[in-house]
């Protein structure tokens, strides 16, 4: 306490320091304790004295019960929790000057029996020029300086980062807890800004952060590309703010402010209806970072932040694109045929190195199908799919946890083959599938592969009945009631001539041939 002490029985201020004191007749406890200390004692709070049971009382020091100190005492003052003389605790200024005080009187120690350094309850009202203590009671002031405390921000209410798992297809999606976030300034009722900065997003174009009216109690207003408004949809709230979108590339930056310092309420509202929207069709799987700090004017908040976490679904069937659909098998070929090629094209717009597919079939489809004839085959380069073929349904199975591409390349290599000596003739459809990992199929492909059959057989004459000819006249032998004309070919190729020919005949008058005409058959005999 800077203070001049004067005592008239002395020739100067200073004659006899040693036997100068105060003593402490009130103190103001309104914004925190007065304590004191002597002889390195630890301190304790200033009291009125003490009742027979203990009790305190009075509280505080009075005039008639007051507090000695001298030289070798110190007296400080602990302010209450987050107050300073500037402002008030919830940060604006004080509306009168507010100093905490302490009342004290001078104490000439040298007068005999006037009390000791530390003694409490002493009577200080008898007092007069010559006495012991000051007839004037002075008070002693303290300032708490104010100390601009940074702004507080809390993004669920208890962590300083806020997790968001966004799922796939989620159009919006809250990036704060929205009833969670909090913004606080012990020394600042209000804000000069909010900064949120997404610093990378993986799926340019497609990613945006917005703010949500759905339930947030505020109103959005669309400017333009780089510019929203933002006001309280309760009229009686008389605050706006201006979300102002910063051009970046492959990043998001938002300064969210106003033409005033607006208050806190105000921030923490517009804060909570923050939204996440990615509307890529099959997004990255790369984590998000999206900051935020306050600035209220002097100082910035400590930095919080929302980690987000795309969460991919398997929400699309696979597709198989064929450019070539007919082929032709060539009866009794050494080789397989190849009814697959580069041509064979597999997508899926789901993320493939994530999600797998798990199969394919490749099947006969015609009823007209004899088991274990035609054979369905595939070469396979991967250690996660196996083939197998069932004869009895002519059926190609491909089954395994792999990327499409190990499929492809699978797909590529399907082979067609009959080993038949005389083959079905009828036109072969096969049909192709692909399964994902949630057993979605793709759409079926089908190629066709015809027969070509190859007149590989003559025609031939079984059954030669013999007959024994009476000799009569005009006899006649149905020597061909009897024969079998058969051919091995199942191809439709006609029998375009025969030949019939009596050998060893006596007459040529007398013993030859006839034989009646027959749907495009002619007969022509030559005797």
Known sequence: VNSTYYDPDYATPSGVTYLMGVAVVGVDRTFGDWQYSCNNYPFQIFIGGILENGAIYPTNPTPAKATLLADTCRIRFVPHYNFNTVRSPNGNLWPSPIQPTIALRAWDRSVTGSGTVGQITVDTTHSDIHGAFGAEIRNASITIVDVDKLPVLTLDGTEDEYLVNYPQNRLAYPIVAPKGLTVHDEDNATLVAAYINQPATYDAGYETITFSENNTGIVVTVVSSN?????????????????????????????????????????????????????????????RHVFFTLFDGSKNSTVRQTTISTVLTDSFAPVIALSQRNFTFVMHQPHDLAITTADVNLTDIDTNEYFF?????????DAEYLPNTDILNVTVDSARITASFDAATATLFLDGRAPIWEYERALRTVTFFNGEDEPQGY????????????????????????????????????????????QTVN??????????VTDRDVGNFPVTNATIQLIGRLSTEFEFLTALPAGAVSVWYDY
């Open 475 to 484: 006899y006649t032998a149905d020597i061909g009631r009897y024969l079998d």
């Open 357 to 365: 597919m798990t199969g394919a079939t490749v099947r006969e489809l």
């Open 227 to 287: 510019k929203t408004v933002i006001t309280s949809s309760n009229p009686a709230d008389a605050w706006n703010l201006t979300a102002h979108y910063l051009e970046q590339i492959d990043a998001i930056s938002i300064v969210l402010t106003s033409e005033a310092p607006m208050p806190l309420a105000a921030y923490q509202t517009v804060l909570r209806a923050l939204i996440y929207t990615n509307n890529f069709i099959e997004p990255s799987n790369s984590t």
């Open 427 to 470: 036109t072969r459809h096969i049909e192709f599938r692909l399964f994902d990992s949630v057993n979605r199929s793709s759409d079926p492909q089908v190629v066709t592969v015809a027969m070509f059959l190859i007149n590989a057989y003559p025609a031939d004459i079984v059954n030669e009945p013999e007959f024994f000819m009476i």
